[in-house]
């Protein structure tokens, strides 16, 4: 069942023990059970202390985090008096790997390929002069990459970073036993896949406080009896271990090439230490159909009936403590803390979302407006005190493709994941016909109405000069059609994924006769390269009505959806 977001926070206070000298976030360790409060596991880091100059020393504090809060301690982070206020310089790299079986080992940190050759150098990235020894026993996943070198990731940020996307997922998976845990990440309606029938989609019914990317995951669980294996071996390692803590060994879970974007520091040799995981490519799967339940809760034992009795909408501050000591209230709508962002590379997982409600009884009625001052991660349980259920997840991004791929792509998200609102999304050329694929071709710029030599404007490219084109995109609503005009733009050979030019897009809304609205746009797209691409701000002669918007430069997927949904507003079609 779904719950509903009660508010959001910037951060927590007491993540670790303030100190007044600036460390760094150097190394995850061993998982210890909470013996407080036994639905929050701890998780050891390890931090380096920075002196006056700037350099790291071998003074060093360890302590215990929350594993609900592990996300906001990224490896490289610098914290001051218990924030966070900075990073530690890392290269960025990507590399192309293979998930699958025999195509990557598990390592430990401290152990030897070579006489005084370990795996993580001391002079890269030193675990042992003045640190715990503990830390030295520790997993590492080691890719072989593409072009022959070797990836290594320690397993503790392959967990937080590719097994799922929510701390709760994170925090069943290392609280409980596979029976027990299973309850909390599907919800009670889950059917049960048979092994011996092939599925052209799956469904996943998710639990509460889990996030819906949450079902990539999850239902390779479901579908795949390795990736089932692992999930559940994840609580007995843990258990089998309690009293000296555990270091996780965390495999990859699904098969497949694919790319890995990194932060970290080169080994030499062609090798890698990645500290974090910035960007990863999804596992193939098919079409996945999120169930969301919703409950439309009858209030139970109230004698008032004009008594106000609902799910609360909490008051929150910018930044509050964790509680690892106390559950979260009953009946709590959860706070909302985002952990570092993670991109998708090369698509976006197939997954839709469908939402049902239905009416039960509400055993934990409470009231409107009641302040919450602390959070909690653990299992919801007694009355209320004050405590907050909190949220962590990474918000997720998409690799950019240059604008005019973004838009479309992002139409074609819509289009699935708002069946209702959304009912085609197509391209066409200038006679008016609607193509689909996945492919969008380009129109090319009418020959200008003066005769003389093309502008210069025309032509983009540095290293393989091409025309210019224009993307018509027709996108047709419950509320009308819409044709969104892209220009397009040229890329920085630079800088991969980066444009040298910006310009506005345009929506109009196409009329009963749909050779008209072709008519007055090829019209517009003649001038466009006297203007070098910039719109006029009266747009005459429009059969309907018409608008530009502007794009924002943001990779969030959230923001190019919000330029989609205004671009369909200016045509009149929401």
């Known amino acids: 069942m779904a719950t509903r977001k009660s508010g959001t926070i910037r951060r927590l206070t007491n993540i670790i023990p303030p100190s007044d000298k600036r460390m760094a976030a150097w190394w995850y360790g061993r998982v210890f059970p909470n013996n407080r409060d036994h639905s929050q596991p701890h998780v050891e880091v390890l931090f380096r202390e920075i002196d006056t100059h700037g350099t790291l020393n071998n003074l060093n504090l360890k302590t215990l985090v929350n594993i609900s809060a592990l996300g906001q301690v990224p490896l490289g982070s610098i914290w001051h008096k218990g924030r966070d206020v900075g990073t530690t310089p890392l290269e960025r790299r990507q590399f192309e790997v293979d998930f699958s079986s025999g195509k990557w080992e598990m390592i430990r940190a401290l152990q030897q390929d070579a006489p005084d050759r370990y795996t993580v150098p001391p002079f890269v990235h030193p675990l042992l002069s003045g640190f715990s020894q503990p830390m030295v026993d520790s997993w590492l996943v080691r890719f072989k990459t593409r072009t022959g070198g070797h990836l290594t990731i320690p397993a503790i940020e392959y967990f937080l970073r590719a097994y799922g996307k929510s701390s709760e997922l994170h925090r069943i998976l290392l609280t409980y036993p596979w029976s027990e845990a299973s309850k909390r990440l599907y919800g009670t309606h889950q059917p049960t896949p048979d092994p011996n029938t092939s599925q052209s989609r799956w469904t996943v019914h998710l639990g509460p406080h889990l996030q819906i990317e949450d079902a990539l995951f999850l239902g390779h669980v479901l579908h795949n009896e390795r990736t089932l294996a692992l999930a559940k071996g994840l609580w007995g390692q843990i258990a089998s271990n309690s009293g000296d803590g555990t270091h996780l060994r965390i495999e990859p879970w699904h098969q497949g090439k694919g790319r890995i974007e990194v932060l970290g520091k080169s080994l030499g040799g062609n090798g890698f230490l990645a500290l974090r995981i910035v960007g990863m490519t999804p596992p193939s799967h098919p079409p996945i159909e999120v169930v969301r339940l919703h409950n439309e809760a009858t209030e139970a034992g109230v004698d008032d009936a004009n008594l106000a009795l609902v799910r609360h909408q909490a008051t929150t501050d910018e930044e509050m403590p964790l509680l690892d000591d106390q559950p979260p209230d009953h009946g709590m709508g959860y706070i909302e803390l985002e952990d570092?962002?993670?991109?998708?590379?090369?698509?976006?997982?197939?997954?839709?979302?469908?939402?049902?409600?239905?009416?039960?009884?509400?055993?934990?009625?409470?009231?409107?407006?009641?302040?919450?001052?602390?959070?909690?991660?653990?299992?919801a349980g007694g009355a209320p005190k004050g405590v907050g259920k909190l949220s962590a997840h990474t918000p997720i991004i998409l690799e950019t493709r240059g604008t005019l791929r973004d838009m479309w792509d992002t139409f074609l998200y819509l289009r699935k994941n708002h069946p209702d609102k959304i009912l085609e999304v197509g391209w066409m050329d200038w006679d008016g016909d609607t193509h689909h694929g996945d492919e969008p071709h380009l129109c090319p710029f009418p020959p200008p109405e003066e005769s003389g030599p093309a502008p210069s404007w025309l032509v983009i490219g540095e290293q393989s000069p091409h025309p210019r084109g224009i993307l018509l995109i027709k996108v047709r609503t419950t509320q009308g059609t819409a044709i969104i005009m892209e220009i397009e733009r040229e890329q920085d050979p630079k800088n991969v994924g980066q444009e040298k030019d910006s310009y506005k897009g345009l929506a109009t809304r196409v009329g009963?006769?749909?050779?008209?609205?072709?008519?007055?746009?090829?019209?517009?797209?003649?001038?466009?390269?006297?203007?070098?691409?910039?719109?006029?701000?009266?747009?005459?002669?429009?059969?309907?009505?018409?608008?530009?918007?502007k794009h924002r430069r943001s990779e969030m997927a959230s923001l190019r959806e919000n330029t989609a949904w205004l671009a369909l507003g200016k045509a009149g079609c929401l």
């Open 340 to 379: 570092p962002t993670f991109e998708w590379l090369d698509r976006r997982p197939n997954i839709q979302v469908k939402h049902q409600t239905e009416t039960s009884p509400n055993n934990h009625p409470t009231l409107i407006n009641y302040e919450v001052d602390r959070l909690s991660a653990g299992d």
């Open 512 to 549: 009963e006769d749909t050779a008209k609205t072709m008519d007055w746009l090829k019209g517009l797209a003649t001038i466009l390269p006297s203007r070098h691409g910039v719109f006029p701000r009266r747009l005459d002669g429009c059969p309907t009505f018409a608008g530009t918007f």
